[in-house]
């Protein structure tokens, strides 16, 4: 059952985008006005900034279900239910975000954007993120009423865990990239950075700069990652609300995450397999779990297989791989 459906409750999720973009504004015109490094304990204290937005909301969240359905009996375990919903959802897509940083370090390493100028990229990337998860969510929730499409996401879950556990990674040669190579032929390119600028004039010519087209791929990169994680969230909830906040949150607190991490990702070798262990996990659920337990896989059940799966995929990257890094480094 959908509580919060999008056509009665459009103000909500209206005022929700509106704080996003109060939250964003704040972010780019006070804390991130200038250009410059972030630092590692700035990226960990935004970390926690985004994970105590998300946690307060769902606490705000839990109050609001309660108020909206007194008069319901079973207000308290529906609000309770709901919330634990939200915490697994946020929790799923916070792990599959770590693909994300991953794809960023190597983008940024090989359009050689430095450190400082990051943020700026990371910003713009994540806003359009915003828009295009949205425009997902709202197909998503419509075609997931039909079980063939639900059977046909969970398969392809299980196909990308297994993809990762089977196939050795390799970079993109982006050089070699179809949409490079057609950025080069339809606009100018220019291969100098000019300060934090996107676009510059030459000879009373437009270019692109370098920025600008790591940015397009930051961005290619999430539409490409969002065919996963938009129906994963979904195998834990069809309430739309759900999906839509809980990808928000963990997309808010992407960037703060990659300046984190960055630093540290080598020495998260095998964190590849937890996330793909997730996948075929939400796949199952998708595909088999959720109608061998008549309708609906435990929701409790599921956050604790999940934080197993991941806490065990780090703390095994952790003992086991204590060989120096040879992964791409960001540059400074």
Known sequence: MVYFAISEYWWLYLGF????????SIDLGIFHKKAHVISMKEAAAWTGVWVTCALLFNIIFYFYVLHVLKQNSEADIIAKHL???FTTGFLI?????IDNIFIFAFVFSYFRIPRMY???????GIFGALIFRGIFIA????LMQYQAVV???GVLLIVTGVRMLVLREKPPDLSKNFLVRQMNQLFNVDAKLSDDHFFITKDHKVFLTPLFVALIFIELSDIIFSIDSVPAI?????EPLIVFTSNVFAILGLRSMYFLLSEAMGKFKYIKFGLAGVLIFVGLKMTFLNNYYKGHFPIWLSLIIIVLILTTSIVVSLVLDKKPSSSTKVLR
């Open 234 to 238: 979904f195998a834990i909830t069809n």
């Open 93 to 97: 897509e916070k792990a599959l975000a």
């Open 139 to 142: 197909i998503g929730s419509k």
């Open 83 to 85: 919330a634990m919903e």
């Open 151 to 153: 059977i046909f996401f």
């Open 118 to 124: 990051q943020h700026r990229i990371l910003f713009w």
């Open 17 to 24: 985008v509106g704080f996003v973009a109060l939250v964003l």
